[in-house]
């Protein structure tokens, strides 16, 4: 039996740190896996089945990481090469312990992939990318691009998210593949499009969630349309918006999340930037019609238009009308209503693990 270690920061919640530990339980069933939970002293937030290991005290690699990309700190190569050493040898101890015949590296960590092929060249290593390639060239990595891209030259497959991010990185790559990630909202719901209201869900930030354009939308809703709010953050941001147009829930998950789904008409995603943007395969699966402005990841999720509305990226006015349209016709979100739910095949987790298990078993 293979034995698959997977290897990623998981002392924080997030959704890098929730889609490894899926994936190391999911495989658990058949293969002998292990999670290393880097730079994570103390328990982590995910409960694991698998075995977890962990650093013997916290070594902070998300503070390193970010003082290496910031104050053109990349730029002292004998500081960088020592971090990325001493980086790479834990996780070489690691795979020795465990004895691993494939290695699944998450975002920061692709960036000790030449070392760590250089020490275990017949080892099999999957780079696994977890956000667009905007995003990590721009901003992730922007002071560290050679060096990721390096990394990314080294695997022996690397699994992206979308096809727009598979036809980037094959250019360094060639062995790239497309997995999505799935959607572990487990469910027997279909919303009944009754009730005058229009889901959004995500974390508050300002400025990559769009909240500047949510906050308009909300505005010129007709009566009794309002629109419902699920995702931590600071909801202040909101004060000036009445209930009757906008209600915040607070971070839902569990049945709350099934019932902020269950009981909406419409789902609405303003993001500027998603590198997938899972809630609106969690959405879909309610059978929600799904309108999202253009990024990355809705136009991976809605198949650039096939399964809901896509808005050109900040054109605000034609969101408004295209919004009130649906709010108008209660036929078409019938339509987009089961053209979700047809989509919504593609992300269940059983689904996404064979996918994973084919690659496993092709490398």
């Known amino acids: 039996m293979k034995r698959i270690l997977l290897v990623s920061t998981m002392g924080q919640l997030g959704g890098v740190q929730a889609m490894n530990a899926w994936l190391a339980d999911s495989l658990a069933g058949h293969y002998e896996t292990a999670i290393y939970s880097r730079g994570e002293a103390k328990p982590s937030a995910f409960e694991l089945k698998t075995t977890r290991f962990t650093d013997e005290r916290d070594e902070n690699w998300g503070l390193k ?49 030449p070392l760590l092929k250089a020490k275990f060249p017949a080892l099999k290593f999957i780079a696994w990318l977890h956000s667009s390639a905007e995003r990590y060239m721009t901003k992730v990595f922007f002071g560290l691009k050679a060096d990721f891209l390096a990394g990314i030259r080294q695997a022996d497959e690397l699994v992206c998210l979308t096809d727009e991010d598979v036809s980037y990185f094959k250019l360094t790559n060639p062995r790239c593949r497309r997995i999505f990630n799935p959607n572990r909202l487990e469910h027997e719901q279909v919303s009944a499009l009754k009730e005058p209201i229009i889901a959004w869900t995500g974390r508050l930030s300002y400025q990559v969630k769009g909240l500047d354009y ?150």
């Open 65 to 113: 990481f970010k003082l290496l990309t910031a104050f053109g700190l990349a730029k002292l190569g004998f500081l960088r090469k020592s971090i990325y050493k001493r980086e790479a040898d834990k996780i070489a101890t690691k795979i020795e312990q465990f004895q691993a015949d494939q290695v699944i590296l998450s975002a920061n960590e692709i960036l000790f992939l």
């Open 214 to 363: 949510l906050i308009e939308l909300a505005k010129d809703l007709p009566e009794p349309w309002k629109i419902a709010v699920a995702g931590p953050g600071d909801a202040s941001i909101f004060k000036d918006l009445p209930e009757n147009k906008l209600l915040y829930r607070g971070a839902l998950s569990g049945e709350e999340l099934v019932q902020h789904y269950k009981e909406a008409s419409i789902f609405l995603m303003t993001s500027r930037l998603e590198g997938f943007g899972l809630v609106l395969a969690e959405a879909m699966s309610f059978g929600l019609p799904a309108i999202a402005f253009e990024q990355t990841g809705s136009r991976a999720i809605l198949d650039d238009g096939k399964y809901g509305r896509l808005i050109a990226q900040g054109d605000l006015e034609a969101m408004k009308a295209s919004l009130q349209q649906l709010i108008n016709n209660a036929e078409e979100r019938k339509k987009l209503s089961q053209l979700s739910i047809e989509r919504s095949q593609a992300f269940l987790p059983k689904v996404i693990l064979e996918a994973w298990k084919e690659l496993i078993e092709s490398t």
